[in-house]
């Protein structure tokens, strides 16, 4: 089992930054691919980021590129997402979840774990 805390959600304004965390316990993500999802009011959840478990291969949602990095910190068990120039539709609920040694992906199913969510509101 592995539990997953998301952090460092808040208000920001328009193209200003956040850096969410996610900590992890239970078993040491250095095996795990981590994604970064989130949800905006009324839509679908859908994939922002991925960090694969080995050889940090990373892959992003074209809504993201350029503006937003993931990374990992194996000897603190956390994955970060950091996020610039940040827009009003960024505006969502940002999940972190973990995939057994899995495959780079977008694919929600994959995940095996999630975390609560910490919410990201940006203001215009």
């Known amino acids: 089992q592995v539990q997953l805390v998301e952090s460092g959600g808040g208000l920001v304004q328009t193209g200003g930054s956040l850096r969410l965390s996610c900590a992890a316990s239970?078993?040491?993500?250095?095996?795990?691919?981590m994604g970064w999802f989130r949800r905006a009011p009324g839509k679908e959840r859908e994939f922002v980021a991925a960090?694969?478990?080995?050889?940090?291969?990373?892959v992003y949602a074209d809504s993201g590129k350029g503006r937003f990095t993931i990374s990992r910190d194996n000897a603190k068990n956390t994955v970060y997402l950091q996020m610039n120039s940040l827009k009003p539709e960024d505006t969502a609920v940002y999940y972190c979840?973990?995939?057994?040694?899995?495959?780079?992906?977008?694919?929600?199913?994959?995940?095996?774990?999630w975390g609560q969510g910490t919410q990201v509101t940006v203001s215009s």
């Open positions: 979840a973990a995939n057994y040694l899995g495959a780079l992906g977008a694919i929600m199913a994959e995940y095996d774990y």
């Open positions: 960090i694969r478990w080995s050889a940090g291969y990373t």
């Open positions: 239970g078993r040491t993500v250095s095996s795990y691919t």
